[in-house]
Protein backbone atom coordinates (compact mmCIF):
# COMPACT_ATOMS: atom_id res chain seq x y z
CA UNK A 1 0.00 0.00 0.00
CA UNK A 2 1.67 3.37 -0.83
CA UNK A 3 -0.53 5.84 0.77
CA UNK A 4 1.49 6.79 4.47
CA UNK A 5 0.14 10.13 5.20
CA UNK A 6 -2.70 12.68 4.57
CA UNK A 7 -0.95 14.19 2.13
CA UNK A 8 -0.55 11.71 0.08
CA UNK A 9 -4.42 10.87 0.03
CA UNK A 10 -4.95 14.24 -0.70
CA UNK A 11 -2.65 14.33 -3.58
CA UNK A 12 -4.14 11.02 -4.78
CA UNK A 13 -7.91 13.02 -4.74
CA UNK A 14 -6.03 16.21 -6.84
CA UNK A 15 -5.38 13.10 -9.23
CA UNK A 16 -8.59 11.96 -9.49
CA UNK A 17 -9.93 15.63 -9.96
CA UNK A 18 -7.55 15.81 -12.92
CA UNK A 19 -8.85 12.59 -14.46
CA UNK A 20 -12.20 13.76 -14.03
CA UNK A 21 -11.86 16.86 -15.40
CA UNK A 22 -9.85 15.77 -18.57
CA UNK A 23 -11.72 13.00 -19.42
CA UNK A 24 -14.77 13.44 -22.56
CA UNK A 25 -16.36 9.59 -21.52
CA UNK A 26 -17.52 9.04 -17.78
CA UNK A 27 -17.15 5.35 -18.04
CA UNK A 28 -13.69 5.75 -19.00
CA UNK A 29 -12.63 8.28 -16.10
CA UNK A 30 -14.09 6.33 -13.99
CA UNK A 31 -12.39 2.82 -15.38
CA UNK A 32 -8.90 4.94 -14.38
CA UNK A 33 -9.68 6.22 -11.25
CA UNK A 34 -10.92 2.32 -10.10
CA UNK A 35 -7.48 0.91 -11.75
CA UNK A 36 -5.45 3.42 -10.09
CA UNK A 37 -7.73 2.74 -6.47
CA UNK A 38 -6.89 -0.51 -6.70
CA UNK A 39 -2.98 0.12 -7.69
CA UNK A 40 -2.92 2.09 -4.70
CA UNK A 41 -5.38 0.62 -1.71
CA UNK A 42 -5.93 -2.71 -3.07
CA UNK A 43 -9.40 -4.46 -4.69
CA UNK A 44 -11.07 -3.83 -0.93
CA UNK A 45 -11.16 -0.03 0.17
CA UNK A 46 -12.64 0.30 3.90
CA UNK A 47 -12.12 4.44 5.51
CA UNK A 48 -11.06 2.19 8.98
CA UNK A 49 -8.25 1.09 7.09
CA UNK A 50 -7.09 4.40 6.64
CA UNK A 51 -8.08 5.78 10.32
CA UNK A 52 -10.56 8.77 8.28
CA UNK A 53 -12.54 10.39 10.66
CA UNK A 54 -13.54 13.49 8.19
CA UNK A 55 -17.28 12.48 6.83
CA UNK A 56 -16.53 14.00 3.55
CA UNK A 57 -13.07 11.94 3.09
CA UNK A 58 -15.25 8.47 4.37
CA UNK A 59 -18.00 9.34 1.66
CA UNK A 60 -15.38 9.44 -0.58
CA UNK A 61 -13.67 6.21 0.63
CA UNK A 62 -16.89 4.08 0.55
CA UNK A 63 -17.58 5.45 -3.36
CA UNK A 64 -14.23 4.93 -4.23
CA UNK A 65 -14.84 0.96 -2.97
CA UNK A 66 -18.45 1.06 -5.14
CA UNK A 67 -16.21 2.04 -8.20
CA UNK A 68 -14.59 -0.61 -7.80
CA UNK A 69 -17.18 -3.08 -7.43
CA UNK A 70 -19.05 -1.73 -10.01
CA UNK A 71 -16.42 -1.98 -12.89
CA UNK A 72 -15.26 -5.26 -11.69
CA UNK A 73 -15.16 -7.15 -14.79
CA UNK A 74 -17.09 -10.07 -13.78
CA UNK A 75 -20.55 -7.64 -13.49
CA UNK A 76 -23.39 -7.97 -15.70
CA UNK A 77 -26.08 -5.90 -15.77
CA UNK A 78 -28.55 -4.43 -17.90
CA UNK A 79 -27.04 -1.41 -20.30
CA UNK A 80 -29.44 1.07 -19.28
CA UNK A 81 -29.41 -0.12 -15.96
CA UNK A 82 -25.96 -0.27 -15.65
CA UNK A 83 -25.41 3.59 -17.20
CA UNK A 84 -27.71 5.32 -15.28
CA UNK A 85 -25.21 3.60 -12.05
CA UNK A 86 -22.29 4.77 -13.42
CA UNK A 87 -23.86 7.93 -14.46
CA UNK A 88 -24.83 8.28 -10.38
CA UNK A 89 -21.36 7.32 -9.86
CA UNK A 90 -19.63 9.88 -11.60
CA UNK A 91 -21.87 12.65 -10.37
CA UNK A 92 -21.35 12.07 -6.64
CA UNK A 93 -17.45 11.57 -7.09
CA UNK A 94 -17.33 14.67 -8.89
CA UNK A 95 -19.14 16.44 -6.34
CA UNK A 96 -16.88 15.60 -3.41
CA UNK A 97 -13.53 15.50 -5.38
CA UNK A 98 -14.66 19.24 -6.52
CA UNK A 99 -15.64 20.27 -3.01
CA UNK A 100 -12.00 18.51 -1.87
CA UNK A 101 -9.90 20.26 -4.22
CA UNK A 102 -11.52 23.81 -5.43
CA UNK A 103 -13.71 24.81 -2.98
CA UNK A 104 -14.75 27.71 -4.77
CA UNK A 105 -15.87 26.20 -7.86
CA UNK A 106 -17.79 23.64 -5.41
CA UNK A 107 -19.51 26.89 -4.39
CA UNK A 108 -20.45 28.42 -7.65
CA UNK A 109 -21.69 25.15 -9.02
CA UNK A 110 -23.94 24.31 -6.18
CA UNK A 111 -26.26 27.26 -7.08
CA UNK A 112 -26.88 25.70 -10.36
CA UNK A 113 -27.39 22.31 -10.27
CA UNK A 114 -29.97 19.97 -7.65
CA UNK A 115 -28.90 19.16 -4.57
CA UNK A 116 -27.26 15.95 -3.54
CA UNK A 117 -27.04 13.98 -0.62
CA UNK A 118 -22.97 14.46 -0.69
CA UNK A 119 -23.79 18.19 -0.11
CA UNK A 120 -25.20 18.12 2.88
CA UNK A 121 -22.59 16.49 4.49
CA UNK A 122 -19.89 18.79 2.34
CA UNK A 123 -21.89 21.71 3.54
CA UNK A 124 -21.89 20.70 7.75
CA UNK A 125 -18.07 19.36 7.29
CA UNK A 126 -16.79 22.76 5.36
CA UNK A 127 -18.69 25.12 7.23
CA UNK A 128 -20.57 27.19 4.60
CA UNK A 129 -23.32 28.83 6.34
CA UNK A 130 -23.83 30.69 3.46
CA UNK A 131 -26.25 27.90 1.98
CA UNK A 132 -28.61 27.35 4.36
CA UNK A 133 -31.39 29.03 2.90
CA UNK A 134 -30.89 26.90 -0.33
CA UNK A 135 -30.91 23.88 1.95
CA UNK A 136 -34.55 25.31 3.47
CA UNK A 137 -35.59 25.91 0.21
CA UNK A 138 -34.50 23.00 -1.43
CA UNK A 139 -36.10 20.56 1.59
CA UNK A 140 -39.63 20.45 0.06
CA UNK A 141 -38.29 19.71 -3.60
CA UNK A 142 -36.00 17.08 -2.74
CA UNK A 143 -38.09 14.69 -0.35
CA UNK A 144 -35.14 11.99 -0.29
CA UNK A 145 -33.06 14.36 1.29
CA UNK A 146 -35.20 15.85 4.07
CA UNK A 147 -33.30 13.93 6.55
CA UNK A 148 -29.96 14.87 5.67
CA UNK A 149 -31.17 18.47 5.15
CA UNK A 150 -32.50 19.04 8.63
CA UNK A 151 -29.39 17.05 10.33
CA UNK A 152 -27.07 19.57 8.40
CA UNK A 153 -29.54 22.40 9.52
CA UNK A 154 -28.99 21.82 12.89
CA UNK A 155 -24.85 22.74 12.71
CA UNK A 156 -26.32 26.18 11.75
CA UNK A 157 -29.26 26.99 14.20
CA UNK A 158 -27.88 30.75 13.95
CA UNK A 159 -28.86 31.07 11.00
CA UNK A 160 -32.14 29.40 10.72
CA UNK A 161 -35.06 31.01 12.08
CA UNK A 162 -36.81 29.22 14.78
CA UNK A 163 -40.11 29.06 12.93
CA UNK A 164 -38.53 26.78 10.28
CA UNK A 165 -38.25 24.31 13.24
CA UNK A 166 -41.60 24.69 14.95
CA UNK A 167 -43.59 24.53 11.62
CA UNK A 168 -41.58 21.11 10.82
CA UNK A 169 -42.62 19.79 14.46
CA UNK A 170 -45.86 20.80 14.33
CA UNK A 171 -46.56 19.75 10.52
CA UNK A 172 -44.52 16.43 10.02
CA UNK A 173 -45.40 12.83 10.46
CA UNK A 174 -42.09 11.60 10.67
CA UNK A 175 -41.22 10.97 14.20
CA UNK A 176 -37.26 11.37 12.81
CA UNK A 177 -38.34 14.83 11.64
CA UNK A 178 -40.17 15.33 14.80
CA UNK A 179 -37.07 14.82 17.06
CA UNK A 180 -34.55 16.54 15.18
CA UNK A 181 -36.88 19.66 14.43
CA UNK A 182 -37.46 19.55 18.48
CA UNK A 183 -33.35 19.62 18.58
CA UNK A 184 -33.41 22.82 16.69
CA UNK A 185 -35.95 24.18 18.87
CA UNK A 186 -34.04 23.30 22.03
CA UNK A 187 -30.99 25.16 20.86
CA UNK A 188 -33.55 27.80 19.83
CA UNK A 189 -34.98 28.33 23.27
CA UNK A 190 -33.43 31.47 24.08
CA UNK A 191 -35.09 33.29 21.11
CA UNK A 192 -38.48 33.31 22.98
CA UNK A 193 -39.26 29.43 22.40
CA UNK A 194 -42.70 28.69 25.22
CA UNK A 195 -42.14 25.20 26.01
CA UNK A 196 -45.93 25.37 27.56
CA UNK A 197 -46.93 26.66 24.15
CA UNK A 198 -45.29 23.88 22.35
CA UNK A 199 -46.94 21.14 24.92
CA UNK A 200 -50.10 22.30 24.08
CA UNK A 201 -49.85 22.65 20.11
CA UNK A 202 -48.40 19.07 20.02
CA UNK A 203 -51.06 17.43 22.82
CA UNK A 204 -52.68 16.02 19.99
CA UNK A 205 -49.72 14.67 18.21
CA UNK A 206 -48.62 11.84 20.14
CA UNK A 207 -45.65 13.79 21.26
CA UNK A 208 -46.21 15.45 24.85
CA UNK A 209 -43.77 13.09 26.32
CA UNK A 210 -41.02 13.79 23.63
CA UNK A 211 -41.48 17.54 24.39
CA UNK A 212 -41.27 16.81 28.25
CA UNK A 213 -38.08 15.22 27.45
CA UNK A 214 -36.37 17.41 25.23
CA UNK A 215 -37.04 20.06 27.59
CA UNK A 216 -35.86 18.69 30.80
CA UNK A 217 -32.23 17.85 28.53
CA UNK A 218 -29.26 19.09 30.10
CA UNK A 219 -27.19 20.02 26.36
CA UNK A 220 -24.08 21.24 28.60
CA UNK A 221 -23.99 18.20 31.54
CA UNK A 222 -24.73 15.11 29.61
CA UNK A 223 -24.07 13.01 32.16
CA UNK A 224 -26.99 14.43 34.23
CA UNK A 225 -29.72 13.32 32.27
CA UNK A 226 -31.77 9.71 32.02
CA UNK A 227 -31.31 8.08 29.27
CA UNK A 228 -33.98 7.70 26.14
CA UNK A 229 -36.96 5.32 26.21
CA UNK A 230 -38.16 5.53 23.17
CA UNK A 231 -37.09 5.99 19.46
CA UNK A 232 -37.77 9.51 19.24
CA UNK A 233 -35.82 10.27 22.23
CA UNK A 234 -33.46 8.74 21.21
CA UNK A 235 -33.09 10.41 18.19
CA UNK A 236 -32.98 13.57 19.83
CA UNK A 237 -30.21 12.55 22.22
CA UNK A 238 -28.11 11.02 19.43
CA UNK A 239 -28.31 14.00 16.88
CA UNK A 240 -27.10 15.93 20.18
CA UNK A 241 -24.37 13.88 20.97
CA UNK A 242 -23.49 13.95 17.74
CA UNK A 243 -22.82 17.24 17.29
CA UNK A 244 -21.10 17.75 20.40
CA UNK A 245 -19.15 14.73 20.87
CA UNK A 246 -15.54 16.31 20.36
CA UNK A 247 -16.34 18.29 23.03
CA UNK A 248 -17.03 15.38 25.89
CA UNK A 249 -13.67 15.12 27.99
CA UNK A 250 -15.26 13.41 31.04
CA UNK A 251 -15.21 9.79 31.68
CA UNK A 252 -18.76 9.85 33.45
CA UNK A 253 -20.21 11.50 30.04
CA UNK A 254 -18.25 8.90 27.96
CA UNK A 255 -19.47 6.20 29.79
CA UNK A 256 -23.24 7.40 29.42
CA UNK A 257 -22.64 7.73 25.58
CA UNK A 258 -21.84 4.01 25.77
CA UNK A 259 -24.92 3.25 27.59
CA UNK A 260 -26.68 5.45 24.79
CA UNK A 261 -24.91 3.16 22.19
CA UNK A 262 -26.46 0.07 23.78
CA UNK A 263 -29.88 1.56 24.40
CA UNK A 264 -29.91 2.70 20.12
CA UNK A 265 -29.33 -1.03 19.78
CA UNK A 266 -32.24 -2.41 21.68
CA UNK A 267 -34.91 0.03 20.09
CA UNK A 268 -36.88 -1.04 16.57
CA UNK A 269 -35.71 1.89 14.08
CA UNK A 270 -37.33 0.86 10.90
CA UNK A 271 -35.18 1.49 7.76
CA UNK A 272 -34.02 4.99 6.49
CA UNK A 273 -34.23 6.02 10.36
CA UNK A 274 -32.21 3.42 11.58
CA UNK A 275 -29.53 3.99 8.79
CA UNK A 276 -29.01 7.67 9.49
CA UNK A 277 -28.99 6.75 13.13
CA UNK A 278 -26.04 4.35 12.45
CA UNK A 279 -24.30 7.17 10.55
CA UNK A 280 -24.58 8.93 13.33
CA UNK A 281 -23.51 6.95 16.21
CA UNK A 282 -20.49 6.23 14.18
CA UNK A 283 -19.26 9.47 13.95
CA UNK A 284 -19.88 10.22 17.47
CA UNK A 285 -17.01 7.23 18.18
CA UNK A 286 -14.74 8.88 15.63
CA UNK A 287 -14.94 12.11 17.39
CA UNK A 288 -14.96 10.75 20.56
CA UNK A 289 -12.03 11.34 22.66
CA UNK A 290 -9.50 8.39 22.45
CA UNK A 291 -7.51 8.31 25.70
CA UNK A 292 -10.84 8.50 27.52
CA UNK A 293 -11.68 5.42 25.56
CA UNK A 294 -8.41 3.26 26.05
CA UNK A 295 -9.09 4.14 30.03
CA UNK A 296 -12.37 3.22 29.93
CA UNK A 297 -12.53 -0.05 27.66
CA UNK A 298 -9.76 -1.97 30.32
CA UNK A 299 -13.35 -3.00 31.83
CA UNK A 300 -14.03 -6.29 29.95
CA UNK A 301 -18.23 -5.32 31.12
CA UNK A 302 -17.53 -2.21 29.42
CA UNK A 303 -16.25 -3.68 26.58
CA UNK A 304 -18.60 -6.41 26.48
CA UNK A 305 -21.32 -3.26 25.87
CA UNK A 306 -19.10 -2.35 23.24
CA UNK A 307 -18.90 -5.08 21.43
CA UNK A 308 -22.77 -5.83 21.44
CA UNK A 309 -23.36 -2.00 19.78
CA UNK A 310 -20.01 -2.55 17.22
CA UNK A 311 -21.66 -6.21 16.07
CA UNK A 312 -24.98 -4.39 15.95
CA UNK A 313 -23.69 -2.12 13.69
CA UNK A 314 -24.24 -3.22 9.20
CA UNK A 315 -20.92 -4.20 7.99
CA UNK A 316 -20.32 -1.15 5.89
CA UNK A 317 -20.81 1.05 9.11
CA UNK A 318 -18.89 -1.33 11.24
CA UNK A 319 -15.96 -0.62 8.65
CA UNK A 320 -15.89 3.32 9.27
CA UNK A 321 -14.42 2.34 12.76
CA UNK A 322 -12.04 0.04 12.12
CA UNK A 323 -9.36 2.38 12.37
CA UNK A 324 -10.66 3.85 16.05
CA UNK A 325 -10.25 0.13 17.06
CA UNK A 326 -7.08 -0.25 16.06
CA UNK A 327 -5.61 3.16 17.69
CA UNK A 328 -7.15 2.01 20.78
CA UNK A 329 -4.24 -0.30 20.84
CA UNK A 330 -3.30 -4.22 21.54
CA UNK A 331 -4.76 -3.78 25.33
CA UNK A 332 -7.77 -3.06 23.80
CA UNK A 333 -8.19 -5.79 21.50
CA UNK A 334 -6.90 -8.76 24.10
CA UNK A 335 -9.73 -7.76 26.16
CA UNK A 336 -12.22 -8.40 23.31
CA UNK A 337 -10.52 -11.41 22.37
CA UNK A 338 -10.97 -12.38 26.10
CA UNK A 339 -14.47 -11.15 26.49
CA UNK A 340 -15.43 -13.29 22.99
CA UNK A 341 -13.75 -16.35 24.65
CA UNK A 342 -15.42 -16.44 27.66
CA UNK A 343 -18.56 -14.91 26.06
CA UNK A 344 -18.76 -17.21 23.21
CA UNK A 345 -22.15 -17.82 23.15
CA UNK A 346 -22.72 -13.93 22.51
CA UNK A 347 -20.93 -13.42 19.01
CA UNK A 348 -22.01 -15.03 15.91
CA UNK A 349 -19.35 -17.12 14.70
CA UNK A 350 -20.31 -15.96 10.70
CA UNK A 351 -21.72 -12.46 11.31
CA UNK A 352 -19.88 -10.93 13.94
CA UNK A 353 -18.12 -7.88 12.92
CA UNK A 354 -15.67 -8.01 16.05
CA UNK A 355 -14.87 -11.44 15.48
CA UNK A 356 -14.18 -10.88 11.76
CA UNK A 357 -11.99 -7.97 12.82
CA UNK A 358 -9.85 -9.96 15.19
CA UNK A 359 -9.40 -12.50 12.31
CA UNK A 360 -8.38 -10.27 10.17
CA UNK A 361 -5.40 -8.97 12.73
CA UNK A 362 -4.40 -12.28 12.93
CA UNK A 363 -5.19 -13.07 16.31
CA UNK A 364 -6.26 -16.62 17.62
CA UNK A 365 -9.59 -16.76 19.04
CA UNK A 366 -9.66 -20.27 20.07
Not at 286 to 293: F, H
Request: hydrophobic share 40%.
Amino acid sequence: MKIKTPGDIDSLVEDFYNIINTSDCHYEALKKISDLSIDTFGDYITPGSFCLKDEIYINLFELLDQIVFELSNDREEKSNIRDYIIEDIYIRLSIILEALVWPERYKKNLKNRPLRYEDTVIIKNLDLSEFVQLLISEQEEWINLEKNIIKTLLYFTDFVHMDYFYNIFLNTKSPFLKAASLLGLKYCQDRGLNWKTLKYSSSGLDSPQLVKYAERFDTVFLSSNRLPSQKEDATFVVLHVEKQAALYKKEEDIMWILGLAERVSSLNFENSWLNEINISMCNIFLRLDESLLKKIFKNEDIVLKAAKFLDYLPRNLFDRLTGLLESLGDNFLFTIERVAQVKSNFFDNYNSNILSFITYKERDLL
